[in-house]
């Protein structure tokens, strides 16, 4: 089966910045999605890696490293509005698009 | 343009009942995936309809069903409900590509409660 792991919750405060890890074992591996989750809402997509390396997007930013099997999401000048669980999710190769690997998700809560 | 959408929103059922839940995927979308997601945990895949057919299964037993319309709507059926059925059940729309790098969108869900 494909194992995918990341911390249950994390903490930190306004305007500071938050690292979210993810770790995966799975065969076939193809890419990695991050997606940000509110409380009764549905997930909405961040950010999408395939190849190594960072990718920015405005405050978020998405690592991957395929040889170790790792990924983190960066999230920077925190807002209260960032509180939300984030969902590490993997596609295996040949899979449609709809066919994702979630992680448990990381519940992090931002402070004033 | 409407997203994703899902009916109804809630819902209480009692063990040994039988549920349906719809989704309307968005605009121009033809692949619906759908998604059990319990209390805490990361959503899981239960199936997928592409062209009217169960196209990839996930490790859910067959109380749970479904059914795509030829307008690419979609229906999750489970039978003989259990309290472990409790969760919020998401659909998600896509479009039949392999390897497809775009978004995969998700409806709000159905928040299922089974007494």
């Known amino acids: 089966g494909q194992n995918i792991d990341q911390p249950t919750e994390m903490t930190a405060t306004e305007g500071a910045i938050v690292q979210i890890n993810c770790t995966y074992q799975?065969?076939?591996?193809?890419?990695l999605f991050w997606y940000q989750q509110h409380a009764g809402e549905a997930p909405t997509f961040l950010s999408y890696?395939?190849?190594?390396g960072l990718e920015e997007k405005g405050r978020f930013s998405s690592f991957l490293s395929r040889s170790k099997g790792y990924s983190y999401l960066l999230l920077k000048e925190l807002q209260m509005k960032d509180s939300a669980s984030y969902l590490c999710?993997?596609?295996?190769?040949?899979?449609?698009?709809?066919?994702?690997?979630f992680g448990r998700g990381t519940q992090l809560t931002v402070w004033p | 343009d409407a997203g994703v959408t899902q009916s109804p929103t809630h819902l209480i059922k009692t063990r040994g009942q039988q549920v349906t839940l719809r989704c309307s995927p968005k605009?121009?979308?033809?692949?619906v995936s759908w998604y059990q997601q319990a209390l805490g945990q990361g959503p899981q895949f239960i199936f997928q309809?592409?062209?009217?057919?169960?196209?990839q299964r996930g490790n859910f037993p067959d109380r749970f069903s479904g059914h795509q319309f030829p307008n690419y709507s979609s229906e999750l059926n489970v039978n003989a409900l259990l309290l472990g059925d409790s969760a919020l059940y998401l659909c998600?729309?896509?479009?039949?590509?392999?390897?497809?790098?775009?978004?995969?969108?998700f409806g709000e869900g159905s928040r299922l409660t089974v007494l």
């Open positions: 998600a729309s896509s479009l039949d590509l392999t390897g497809y790098t775009g978004e995969l969108f």
């Open positions: 799975t065969s076939g591996f193809n890419g």
């Open positions: 890696n395939v190849l190594d």
């Open positions: 999710a993997v596609i295996l190769r040949g899979s449609t698009l709809g066919r994702l690997y």
């Open positions: 605009s121009g979308h033809d692949t």
């Open positions: 309809y592409y062209e009217e057919e169960e196209r």
